[in-house]
């Protein structure tokens, strides 16, 4: 199931009987041999926020919920978020070099000026980024390597959320002010060596402070990097209100290491050191203020959060001819009101606005000249390319109702209206010539720059549930979703060629979706199959012109279950079987003889239908902990017409701790154990043809923690 080729057929009805045959042979064992969990992990009530904003029982949710444990996020200690986030079903983040990553939530890898846009990152439910100014790499400014746990929410996001929440919200929960103080020191090959600390304090008022200092040489040349972060929590319980604010800060100096090129060059270890752009880097710095007050009265509670967001970036696109470097940032204000009704018998209702002001920037200048064809010597020149500033607001109004019909039977209706408005600025000429006025050659510059205008869009989405609890333990959910996002900054006004005006239509996903959860003494189960259709999708096509009028359809399912063979064995599997397929003939590509290359049908790049991994924790003691993991990724396209493919890996990891003392821990972690030659990602383009991100090789780390 989880290594499914890409280029056979595979019957739907035999995935899911197959599914649900595994799961009838789980519930069997779970009624006659019910066994107690050896340590509470992915086994007890799992209580998410990422749904509904408070904290509710993952079982009840209406959708399909993941939760990387506090247990599971220090036993796999990751120097990247993949390598949490990866145990999830549905989730296949293609680590790049560093700290960097191309995401995919029940979806192809998405990639481009707006592929961030198909997913909304959050801290303790603040988005990372304002809508319409996501990065493609944005969890590297979120502090994950603090979380208590990683919530993930697959698939359309409820009415609570908006633009961007299309395939997936992932929310990263840092810990509260009442977590243990922690030190913790990390040691790994090729230069990785990271300190962790957690101090908390105070009675009435609680303080806390966690910080992260990591480097990493990198096992590529000049492919290092230099992270720092810091959260500071506050908390305060009253009489009258709560209140809880948070403060994150991270740094992120990086070397960047790009792509190798050549037909399976991954395999030749001296290629796959190598660094075709030691001149590459990325500099990165953000900050997030929030407050959260919770204000009970009668019948409900409200509850207010207002937060601020700073961010800057700078980079050199080594992956553009003539390398230019990209200036970029942002300042955010905003505030999200939410209401949630208390004690009806029968109804439960959320209702809110959220709001926000972001001032953004962009500017991209080259100061060599370009190399290689007259072509692109002569039409991408050295100066300025863009410099504009965007002022962006956004408002939009939700609801939810829960009606309760029964003890065991609910309905569920939301619906959000989202009004975003971008006021654009060009600091520069308008147009394709250089930032002096002169114009190249073969008819024009490749940049293109719009003139100043102001954009709005108006988006509404709808989310209809049933929910049937058929036991204490089980329960069914049946949904429909619709959700949207608006186009990106970038891809409005960011053109190339004789492109002058981006008359682009916001992304809109309709989706479907049946459920199963399951959470026992020894059993936690959860499958989902679903079907989405997306129109508008944002591309740009064959003659550089950003439009969207693509179309694409995604099916699949997704199995995740935790079985505790016996006190001190468990076994856990997340597996995906998916089908993402364009549904149209969009422009992306043409023939020699310059016709459209029909596409509908044809799967799309960066889709892998099967991916998932098996792990066995063994606990010999009640000290120790030892897990081996099985890391499946399957075969998959490298590009639109389903010529070039990457025939998949297997990898092999293990992790294990002892506590030394009731306090100390130690970890151990051999990842890609057998030394696996393989590619983090890989895809192809007619300049470069099949391209890698190299896999890391053996690597051994060692980490320990001081608990007080």
């Known amino acids: 199931m989880i290594g499914q080729d890409c280029s056979k057929k595979t019957h739907w009805g035999f995935q899911i009987s197959l599914l649900l045959s595994m799961f009838a042979v789980a519930q069997s064992h779970a009624a006659t041999d019910a066994k107690p969990n050896p340590r509470g992990e992915g086994l007890l009530e799992q209580v998410v926020t990422v749904a509904t904003r408070q904290p509710a029982d993952a079982l009840s949710v209406n959708g399909s919920i993941s939760n990387i444990s506090d247990d599971q996020l220090r036993l796999v200690g990751h120097a990247h978020v993949q390598q949490s986030l990866n145990r999830a079903a549905g989730v296949n983040l293609n680590r790049g070099n560093g700290q960097e990553y191309l995401p995919a939530i029940r979806s192809p890898v998405l990639t481009g000026a707006g592929g961030c846009g198909g997913f909304l990152m959050t801290e303790d439910g603040i988005p990372l980024r304002a809508?319409?100014?996501?990065?493609?790499?944005?969890?590297?400014?979120?502090?994950?390597?603090?979380?208590?746990?990683?919530?993930?929410?697959?698939?359309?996001?409820?009415?609570?959320?908006?633009?961007?929440?299309?395939?997936?919200?992932?929310?990263?929960?840092?810990?509260?002010?009442?977590?243990?103080?922690?030190?913790?020191?990390?040691?790994?090959?090729?230069?990785?060596?990271?300190?962790?600390?957690s101090l908390a304090g105070g009675e009435q008022h609680k303080f806390a402070v966690r910080g992260t200092l990591a480097r990493d040489d990198g096992y590529r040349d000049d492919a290092g990097y230099g992270q720092q972060k810091l959260s500071l929590r506050h908390a305060y319980?009253?009489?009258?209100?709560?209140?809880?604010?948070?403060?994150?800060?991270?740094?992120?100096?990086?070397?960047?290491?790009?792509?190798?090129?050549?037909?399976?060059?991954?395999?030749?270890r001296p290629v796959a050191?190598?660094?075709p752009n030691p001149e590459a880097f990325r500099d990165a710095r953000s900050a997030r203020l929030w407050s959260k007050v919770n204000l009970p009265v009668d019948g409900g509670e409200w509850q207010f959060t207002p937060y601020?967001?700073?961010?800057?970036?700078?980079?050199?696109?080594?992956?553009?001819?003539?390398?230019?470097?990209?200036?970029?940032?942002?300042?955010?204000?905003?505030?999200?009101?939410?209401?949630?009704?208390?004690?009806?018998?029968?109804l439960d209702l959320i209702a809110g606005v959220d709001a926000e002001y972001t001032e953004a920037y962009l500017r991209q200048t080259q100061a060599n000249p370009t190399t290689g064809s007259a072509f692109l010597r002569a039409t991408i020149p050295v100066g300025k390319h863009?410099?504009?500033?965007?002022?962006?607001?956004?408002?939009?109004?939700?609801?939810q109702i829960k009606w309760m019909l029964a003890d065991d039977f609910s309905l569920t209706f939301g619906g959000r209206y989202e009004m975003a408005r971008y006021d654009y600025s060009n600091r520069m000429l308008s147009g394709r010539s250089r930032d002096d006025g002169t114009f190249c050659g073969f008819g024009g510059c490749r940049y293109s720059r719009p003139m100043s205008a102001v954009n709005s869009y108006e988006n509404r989405s709808l989310d209809l549930a049933a929910h049937y609890q058929t036991t204490s333990n089980q329960h069914l959910y049946v949904r429909l979703a619709s959700a949207f996002r608006a186009p990106q900054a970038t891809e409005l006004y960011r053109l190339q060629r004789g492109q002058q005006i981006a008359d682009l239509d916001p992304e809109k996903v309709d989706s479907l979706e049946i459920g199963i959860k399951e959470q026992r003494d020894a059993l936690s189960f959860g499958l989902a199959?679903?079907?989405?259709?997306?129109?508008?999708?944002?591309?740009?096509?064959?003659?550089?012109?950003?439009?969207?009028?693509?179309?694409?359809?995604?099916?699949?399912?997704e199995l995740e279950v935790s079985y505790s063979l016996t006190d001190n064995l468990q076994m856990s599997l997340n597996g995906t079987y998916a089908e993402h397929k364009y549904a149209n003939n969009p422009a992306l590509l043409k023939d020699g003889d310059g016709n459209l290359v029909p596409i509908d049908g044809n799967d799309v790049d960066s889709a892998p239908r099967g991916f998932g991994s098996v792990r066995a924790l063994w606990k010999p003691s009640p000290q120790g902990r030892l897990e081996l993991e099985w890391v499946r990724m399957g075969s998959y396209y490298l590009e639109p017409r389903n010529a070039y493919r990457y025939a998949g890996h297997n990898l092999f990891n293990v992790r294990g701790s002892w506590d030394l003392k009731p306090n100390v821990t130690v970890y151990v972690r051999l990842l890609n154990a057998t030394d696996r030659d393989y590619a983090k990602r890989a895809d192809y383009t007619s300049f470069t043809d099949e391209r890698y991100f190299p896999g890391t090789p053996r690597s051994f780390g060692l980490g320990v923690d001081y608990v007080w």
Not at 238 to 261: C, K
Not at 312 to 328: A, I, R, S, V, W
Not at 389 to 397: E, K, M, S
């Open 237 to 268: 319980a009253g009489e009258a209100f709560d209140i809880e604010s948070g403060l994150t800060l991270v740094n992120l100096n990086q070397e960047t290491a790009g792509y190798i090129t050549g037909l399976d060059a991954y395999k030749s």
């Open 386 to 399: 863009y410099d504009y500033r965007v002022d962006a607001t956004q408002i939009a109004p939700f609801m």
């Open 529 to 557: 199959i679903y079907a989405m259709r997306k129109e508008n999708v944002i591309f740009r096509d064959s003659g550089y012109n950003n439009v969207s009028n693509g179309e694409t359809e995604h099916r699949g399912v």
């Open 131 to 197: 809508a319409g100014f996501c990065n493609i790499n944005e969890l590297f400014e979120a502090h994950t390597e603090a979380a208590e746990r990683l919530e993930i929410l697959r698939g359309s996001g409820t009415a609570l959320y908006g633009s961007n929440a299309m395939h997936g919200v992932i929310n990263v929960v840092t810990p509260s002010v009442t977590a243990p103080d922690r030190l913790g020191f990390d040691l790994g090959e090729h230069g990785f060596a990271r300190m962790r600390f």
């Open 308 to 346: 601020a967001r700073y961010t800057t970036m700078d980079f050199l696109q080594h992956f553009l001819p003539g390398k230019p470097l990209e200036e970029n940032g942002q300042k955010s204000f905003g505030m999200q009101l939410s209401y949630f009704s208390v004690g009806h018998p029968t």
């Open 273 to 275: 050191e190598s660094n």
